[in-house]
């Protein structure tokens, strides 16, 4: 017995042992991050009429649109109502999409919410995602051939998923970061090098504030501007392995001779007013410019509330424009803001099942109720109690069989009353 009541310990320790208190935060915890990703969509009417909707949940439906057919995106409602059958890929959110389920790029399917749409929505944007493959290995996610454990990040930009292992700088290990820039989009978006030497989460900036500028580059190397505004014969290290630490560079200073103090007296007056100009005219960007800073082929990483960090002068909002990243001078189009959106529509719309159900009974069904409820409280604080005080774990069954003893009891009880009619 004592071999058997050992093996019996010892088997219990290594089960994992979860108490009520886990399993009701863990179940909150999923139900908060499903609200936080549908929450801040209609599950029931599709939004086509809203246009394009500044951000929402969408799915693509491999089913009606297959790999090699046109990508097209269907909101969360048309996924449950018009593709509930098929395989969809869920793309999380997107941002400035229209509802596509039933137009033209669907061959044999009517839209049931909002059939009529127009054939195409010019203004969509589409990327490998809508086939169910991500990041810049073109492969899917969950991918039963990668044997990597290795977490997908979403761009703020392009908003592709990308491994972390694929984005040239190795996310930090806190994970204290709020967006990712990936590489591409940072190419796209270089003036992003000058922000990121002051705001990203990890640093890609010279060891000195001192005024000296990046001025463009040459293959994997990148020329150097000295103070004295001449080019520097200095050139940067080449581009490190991806993955590994940037190495910052320091421009030295380079003397002027005698011959040359006019010359140099006269660029260097003439670099004061141009830097004196830039801070008079009041662009953030053009003053960071003006430090020292690195261009890499890796992505970037940045903390909450960056993006308020950038500047709004006509300049950079034309240039911002031209770039078609507008979105990133919103401080609505985050996903932290969609998501904290839905959690505070979720919790309007939330209510205690047991409050909507005495609410729709009578006096004496609420008391009927209520009696019922403090019994079941009691009786299963009283049986839990048994297992405390002995330290043992409380197993499935257990539960079950305190039920299935509940329900016997409540029927004798029932069964055992007397009516009378007056």
């Known amino acids: 017995m004592a071999g058997a ?25 999923l139900e908060n991050e499903a609200c936080a990703v549908l929450g801040g969509s209609d599950s029931e009417k599709c939004s086509y009429s809203q246009g394009s909707v500044k951000r929402q949940a969408l799915y693509a439906c491999s089913t009606c649109t297959p790999e090699g057919e046109e990508p097209a995106g269907i909101c969360l409602a048309c996924s449950y109502e018009c593709h509930g059958s098929h395989k969809l890929f869920e793309l999380y959110t997107k941002r400035n999409f229209r509802c596509d389920c039933g137009n033209s790029k669907f061959k044999n399917l009517e839209c049931k919410l909002f059939p009529d749409k127009a054939k195409v929505n010019s ?12 990041c810049i290995c073109k492969r899917p996610y969950p991918d039963p051939e990668d044997e990597i454990p290795d977490e997908m990040i979403q761009c703020v930009v392009c908003e592709d998923w990308f491994h972390g292992r694929h984005l040239g700088a190795i996310p930090p290990e806190s994970g204290d970061f709020q967006e990712m820039v990936c590489q591409a989009c940072m190419k796209h978006c270089s003036f992003l090098w000058a922000y990121a030497a002051q705001l990203a989460v990890t640093k890609l900036s010279t060891e000195d504030d001192g005024l000296v500028r990046n001025i463009g580059g040459i293959g994997d190397q990148e020329v150097i501007k000295s103070e004295n505004g001449d080019q520097d014969s200095t050139l940067k290290e080449d581009v490190p392995e991806q993955g590994k630490d940037v190495q910052e560079v320091k421009a030295e200073n380079s003397e002027p001779c005698a011959s040359s103090s006019s010359k140099s007296d006269l660029q260097t007056v003439f670099k004061n007013e141009s830097l004196n100009a830039e801070s008079k005219s009041g662009c953030k960007l053009q003053e960071l410019k003006a430090k020292q800073f690195i261009k890499k082929d890796t992505a970037t990483y940045w903390p909450l509330n960056w ?8 300049d950079c909002m034309k240039m911002y424009g031209d770039l078609d990243v507008l979105f990133l001078t919103d401080e609505y189009d985050t996903v932290l803001a969609y998501e904290n959106k839905g959690k505070i529509e979720q919790a309007t719309d939330r209510r205690d099942p047991l409050m909507d159900t005495l609410s729709s009974m009578n006096r004496v069904q609420q008391v009927e109720l209520i009696c019922e409820y403090n019994d079941l409280k009691t009786e299963l604080k009283d049986y839990l109690k048994r297992f405390a005080d002995e330290g043992t774990v409380v197993k499935r069954e257990d539960i079950q069989q305190f039920f299935e003893e509940f329900q016997s009891k409540k029927r004798r009880r029932v069964d055992g009353m007397q009516y009378y009619c007056s």
């Open 307 to 314: 993006r308020s960090k950038l500047c709004t002068c006509q």
């Open 5 to 29: 009541e050992g093996a019996a310990g010892r088997q219990s320790e290594l089960e994992p042992v979860v108490s009520l208190v886990d399993v009701l935060e863990e179940d909150e915890e």
């Open 123 to 134: 203004g969509n944007k589409y990327n490998d995602n809508f086939f169910g493959l991500y």
